[in-house]
Structures are given as structure tokens and as C-alpha cells.
């Protein structure tokens, strides 16, 4: 079993930053692959990026390419979503994810995630 828990979410102007944060229980987060998605109001869930287990592949959908960062720090069972320039349509929440081998990667679909945190609310006023 796997417990994901989201930090960083807040209230920002467009154009600005935030730092999501997704910490992991467990000795085995070095295994995963680890994905960001979003749902806003009325919906579907969506991806956003991710990253391969050891950090050496990341993969972005083409909304955020060249705004949003994921990185992880596997010493710290940690991934996060470094986002910049963001826009009102960044507004959602955003969840964190872990796939769990084998997986195909890379993947942007979420049915292939197995593990989900709560989600923490991100807000861009214009």
C-alpha cells in the first residue's frame, strides 16, 4: 500500500509560481512512476506530466510544456510539479499518482495509475 499526501496548492495571479509537493509512504517509492493530473469544476480528470522512476524520463502534456516541472527526489519519497507563467485555466485540483510495476511508461492515462493522494486546490486569478 501506497499513501500519497499534496502540499503547495493555494491562491497565485496569473503569471505566477507554486511548488506542488507529493510526499510517499513506503521503502519502495524508487519503483514507481509517478504522474500529476488536474480536474477542474465539471471536468474529466487530466494529465498533466510525469516522471519515470528514476527521474531520468519526464513526460508533459502539451497544455503545460515549457510552464511545469516534475521532478523527484527519491532519497525523500518526494515528487513535485514546479509550475510558472499560470494561466486562469490552470485553476483545478491537482492530485499526484504512482504506478506501480510493471506499467507502461511513459502514460497519460489515468486508469494505469494505481495509487492516488487527496488532490490540493490551485487557483490562478487573471
Known amino acids: 500500500q501506497v499513501q500519497l499526501v499534496e502540499s503547495g496548492g493555494g491562491l497565485v495571479q496569473a503569471g505566477g509560481s507554486l511548488r506542488l509537493s507529493c510526499a510517499a509512504s513506503g521503502r519502495t517509492f524508487s519503483s514507481y512512476a509517478m504522474g500529476w493530473f488536474r480536474q477542474a469544476p465539471g471536468k474529466e480528470r487530466e494529465f498533466v506530466a510525469a516522471?519515470?522512476?528514476?527521474?531520468?524520463?519526464?513526460y508533459y502534456a502539451d497544455s503545460v510544456k515549457g510552464r511545469f516541472t516534475i521532478s523527484r527526489d527519491n532519497a525523500k519519497n518526494t515528487v513535485y510539479l514546479q509550475m510558472n507563467s499560470l494561466k486562469p485555466e490552470d485553476t483545478a485540483v491537482y492530485y499526484c499518482?504512482?504506478?506501480?510495476?510493471?506499467?507502461?511508461?511513459?502514460?497519460?492515462?489515468?486508469?494505469?495509475?494505481?495509487?492516488w493522494g487527496q488532490g490540493t486546490q490551485v487557483t490562478v486569478s487573471s
Open positions: 516522471i519515470s522512476r528514476s527521474a531520468t524520463s519526464t
Open positions: 499518482a504512482a504506478t506501480v510495476p510493471p506499467f507502461i511508461w511513459p502514460t497519460s492515462d489515468y486508469e494505469k495509475y494505481d495509487y
